[in-house]
């Protein structure tokens, strides 16, 4: 393994985490949170030929130059949860499986007006939704089995692919979630 491996894998997840955000984004706000399986496209193409005529040609191209390029596989019929948390505990992933990734929304406001949130549940969620500096978040976060993490985080109020930030650690609690399900 060369210094430039960990580097180039973590831009191949950076590459997927940014299509997986994008994609989710079409489909709006208030959605779900959303599972996706990470593979090598270029080992899949190998284990399965007929993969090919499933993707689009420059997926199959882009594979062909990039022997780290990664698809995304959405997982569907997930085990029922209460929350993320309990999901993520729920799953666990095959070594077929080279890194998983999660899109979730959530309301975020400054340090200082988390300090007035009530305790009560349904208070802290009365509070939340009501009060002037929250932000509507959506994240996506992947990781890889070799360590390499990315996200990438837009908010509601500048809801265009130029304005999505990202970076290798900005949701740590998230990348650390997501890790224990490749163990």
Do not use: K
């Not at 265009?160 to 650690?169: F, K």
Request: aromatic residues 4%; charged residues 25%; proline residues 9%.
């Amino acid at each position: 393994m060369t210094d430039a491996t960990p580097f180039a894998a973590q831009l191949a997840l950076a590459d997927a985490v940014r299509e997986i955000e994008r994609h989710v984004a079409t489909g709006g706000w208030d959605g779900p949170a959303r599972v996706f399986a990470l593979v090598r496209t270029a080992r899949a193409l190998a284990a399965e030929p007929g993969l090919a005529e499933q993707l689009p040609p420059e997926v199959v191209e882009r594979a062909g130059q990039d022997p780290l390029h990664l698809t995304s596989v959405e997982q569907e019929g997930l085990p029922a949860a209460q929350d993320l948390e309990e999901l993520l505990g729920a799953i666990t992933w095959p070594p077929t499986v080279d890194g998983t990734a999660v899109t979730v929304e959530r309301v975020v406001l400054p340090p200082a007006a988390e300090e007035g949130m009530p305790t009560d549940p349904d208070e802290a969620l009365a509070y939340l939704m009501n009060h002037p500096d929250r932000q509507d978040v959506r994240i996506a976060v992947g990781v890889l089995r070799d360590g390499s993490t990315w996200c990438a985080v837009r908010t509601r109020a500048h809801d265009t692919d130029d304005a999505v930030g990202e970076g290798p650690d900005v949701v740590p609690g998230l990348v650390e979630a997501l890790r224990s399900t490749l163990d």
